[in-house]
């Protein structure tokens, strides 16, 4: 599991996060989420209870949405990221290209309740 520094424990009672805090706090969020995706799919793959392999499934979905929330959310909080970002996905797609592996687009699950336009 991610470890919390000390910016976490006892906040309310000291003092608020500094920008570069909460920056770096998103950071954390966000490699906490992957990990409980892990752990949840890690967990589904190693059961044969249905009823479980679906609840850790769809959870481990929702995980994924709070990855893209926080994705977002640390695009506003530290724009200055993004360039370096934007560089990493256009390099795994120049290998993509060499490779003649076709680049997927990324789309909406397709479910009713998702609430996006579609
Ligand atoms: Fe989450």
């Known amino acids: 599991m991610p470890e919390f520094s000390e910016a976490f424990t006892g ?7 500094s920008h570069n805090e909460l920056v770096r706090a998103i950071r954390f969020m966000i490699a906490a989420e992957y990990e409980a995706i892990q752990l949840y799919e890690q967990l589904a ?3 044969d209870n249905e009823l479980s392999r679906r609840i850790l499934h769809n959870i481990a979905r929702e995980e994924m ?9 640390l695009s506003v909080l530290s724009p200055q990221d993004e360039p370096f970002y934007y560089h990493g996905v256009k390099e795994t797609e120049e290998v993509l290209e060499e490779m003649g592996i076709p680049i997927p687009e990324a789309e909406c699950c397709g479910e009713k309740s ?3 336009s579609h």
């Open 11 to 17: 906040l309310a009672a000291k003092r608020k996060l």
């Open 45 to 47: 793959e190693s059961t």
């Open 65 to 73: 949405e709070h990855v893209g929330e926080f994705r977002r959310l």
């Open 114 to 116: 998702c609430g996006c």
